[in-house]
């Protein structure tokens, strides 16, 4: 296997693996095709923001990606920040248009817990006086 790049990327409950290496443009994402795998519009478009950022065309590089936990905007979220930290590792001079394009900061908003005596986070039940 040729050399690759890795990133991890977080975002809520995902985790995402990511290794970037020179190639054909191939992007897997858990052994599916990217646009199987992220059916929703506009989620391909924004994992590959990174690309565009640095002003690399995507389809130079292979990417495989191994993700799991969180739902789908998580997912997404988690792969773009995994590529974007490999493509940190592969050109060091590309950090700063990644960072003024927010790629490279980890978005560290997850679900709040549970407190004990209300519904939610933060729902109470509802006040009776009587």
Do not use: C, H
Request: net charge positive; glycine share 10%.
């Amino acid at each position: 296997m040729a050399q690759y790049y890795e990133g991890i990327g977080r975002r809520k409950a995902s985790t995402a693996r990511v290794r970037v290496s020179s190639g054909s443009g191939k992007f897997t994402v858990n052994e599916k095709e990217a646009a199987a795998f992220f059916t929703r519009y506009g989620d391909v478009e924004s994992i590959l923001r990174p690309f565009n950022a640095v002003g690399q065309e995507a389809n130079k590089y292979d990417v495989t990606v191994l993700v799991n936990g969180g739902g789908v905007a998580g997912q997404a979220e988690s792969v773009r920040l995994g590529i974007a930290r490999a493509l940190q590792i592969i050109n060091a001079d590309w950090t700063s248009a990644l960072r003024k394009k927010g790629l490279l900061t980890r978005d560290a908003r997850i679900k709040e817990r549970k407190k004990p005596g209300l519904k939610k986070a933060r729902k109470a039940p509802t006040y009776t006086k009587r």
